[in-house]
């Protein structure tokens, strides 16, 4: 059956290892902070000035002073450290975190992502998102394999306009995970009880499938 949210937050927090420093968008990837093992250490960073951040709080213990950039409340660790958006992008742009975790509404073979506008709609800004993609080494996304009305989100080409171009390395969606080499999505993993006929049915741009793909483990 196709994963949900928090599924595909704990498969990419297996993509999480000891040390790394770690940005995480908006929507699906905030959740991987809940699900990171206990025996690793990973520092968060938030762009709008954050270090350190932790779990989601439980409901009641939320602090409305603590947010992450996108204005959900969050907790912080021991040792966390706060400064100001500039220092912020320039551990970004100076290519200091070690994972990006974003979430997409269209991603192209060649590792194009389109996560920031949808013509016509208003939207309050980019925020943080040009950056990330600019400077960051290792690009997953988090996102659904297709939109409400059933149509595919893994595309030859993107549709929408552009955040960045040929940087995304690797997504989990509900139904699998994918890694884009030579311009193809390569099916790595799929979620457990699809198949890998239903994966190829939803995914419009071209996928490689080599021998017997597994079902993903948590």
């Known amino acids: 059956m196709a994963l949900d949210k928090n599924q595909i937050a704990q498969r990419i927090a297996k993509e999480v ?4 420093y770690v940005n995480l968008g908006i929507g699906i990837p905030t959740l991987v902070a809940n699900f990171v093992r206990n025996d690793i250490e990973v520092e968060f960073q938030s762009e709008n000035g954050i270090l ?8 009641g213990e939320e602090d409305p002073d603590l947010i992450n950039a996108g204005k959900q409340t969050i907790t912080a660790l021991p040792g966390a450290s706060f ?8 551990m970004i742009r100076g290519q200091h975190v070690d994972l990006t975790i974003l979430g997409a ?9 389109a996560n920031w506008k949808i013509p016509g709609k208003m939207v309050k800004g980019m ?7 600019a400077s960051a080494e290792n690009i997953i996304v988090a996102m659904m394999h297709t939109n409400r009305a059933g149509e595919s989100k893994l595309l030859r080409t993107c549709s929408l306009p552009l955040t960045g171009v040929r940087c995304v390395k690797k997504i989990v969606t509900n139904l699998a995970v994918l890694e884009i080499r030579d311009n193809k999505f390569h099916l790595l993993e799929r979620a457990p009880g699809v198949s890998v006929e239903e994966i190829k049915a939803a995914t419009e741009g071209e996928m490689v499938i080599d021998g017997s793909i597994p079902e993903m483990k948590f």
């Not at 350190?52 to 409901?59: A, N």
């Open 17 to 20: 290892n000891d040390g790394y």
């Open 52 to 59: 350190g951040m932790g779990p989601f709080p439980f409901e």
């Open 83 to 90: 400064f100001d958006s500039a220092m912020s992008f320039s």
């Open 105 to 113: 509404m269209e991603v192209s073979q060649e590792g194009d992502i």
């Open 127 to 133: 925020g943080g998102a040009m950056d990330l993609v």
